[in-house]
């Protein structure tokens, strides 16, 4: 190859990188987002002129406080807001409204704009749902109550004889079954409640939850447990607002997600309200 072709072929080697050095894993077939595009009077939202987001009910904390999204208290809800006033949305004129985590990403149309649930981003998910550029990296918690056989673990390979519970469909259960692997079946629970309630009844030794909500449940919900450790999910644990699948609103909320990221106000709501994340040990 002679020098100019090669110089060429640089040139285009070295296009096509910073062309892929954007906001990793966003989904969605809509076309370019501009701040022309992203209005109020352009989106074609799910109730004319309103924003709709949804959750699931209960709403935990440090996500949500006191139960209520529409408070603004809390990372999600924060979050949320910040996104819809990304796009021009005064306060009153988002609403919020209830979708169960495991049904949040099956295939079909949605009755809101977008969901923030701690959804991880999954190649499964991708196939039917859109994602927006992650506004979170989430590791993984081991909870255990004081007395537990897993209580003591320095290590997952020391988990391995524990019983431990999981939410389904959660990037929680593909944590434990490819990091830990354990012996004995994984328990697994339909909905966060039901895993709380199996770790307070001595139904398994321990449960595996993201960082966060492992800090709610020791505080809160479960006295006398314990972070056992912490470690990352496989291939990490991003999330992001989910949307239908198509939706000409994900270009939009992910130019909404990388602007609040550029201008700092992404890393401030999470060191508002994610900072004590960071402390639980971490798990080899």
């Known amino acids: 190859m002679s020098r100019p072709l090669i110089a060429i072929a640089l040139v285009l080697a070295l296009a096509l990188l910073a062309l892929g050095c954007g906001s990793s894993k966003g989904t969605g077939s809509a076309g370019p ?16 002129g309103e924003l709709t987001i949804a959750t699931d009910k209960p709403a935990y904390p440090p996500y949500f406080i006191d139960d209520e999204p529409a408070n603004g208290k809390g990372f999600e809800s924060a979050v949320g807001y910040a996104i819809g006033k990304q796009l021009g949305f005064a306060k009153a004129k988002i ?31 991708e196939k039917a749902v859109d994602f927006s550029t992650p506004y979170y990296t989430a590791n993984q918690a081991v909870v ?8 003591g673990a320095k290590s997952l390979a020391e988990l391995k004889d524990a019983k431990i519970g999981v939410q389904i469909g959660t990037t929680s259960l593909e944590a434990v079954e490819e990091k830990i692997d354990p012996s004995s079946e994984i328990q697994v629970f339909n909905s966060s409640s039901d895993v709380v309630t199996a ?17 709610y ?7 006398g447990s314990t972070i056992v450790g912490q470690f990352p999910a496989p291939g990490g644990d991003q999330w992001g607002a989910l949307l239908a699948k198509g939706s000409s609103l994900t270009a939009c909320v992910s130019r909404a997600i990388d602007e609040m990221r550029r ?8 060191r508002q309200w994610m900072s004590k994340a960071a402390g639980a040990p971490e798990l080899g």
């Open 263 to 270: 201008s700092g106000e992404l890393a401030q709501l999470n």
């Open 144 to 151: 255990a109550p004081h007395g537990s056989p897993a209580a």
């Open 95 to 125: 609403r919020w409204t209830v979708e169960p985590f495991n049904s949040s990403y099956a295939p079909g149309p949605k009755d809101f704009d977008f969901d923030v649930n701690e959804i991880s981003i999954t190649p499964v998910r």
């Open 217 to 223: 449940v020791t505080a809160v919900q479960v006295p």
């Open 199 to 215: 770790l307070k009844n001595g139904q398994v030794d321990a449960v595996v939850v993201d960082v966060p909500t492992a800090l």
């Open 33 to 48: 987002a501009t701040a022309s595009s992203c209005t109020p009077s352009q989106l074609d939202t799910h109730s004319k």
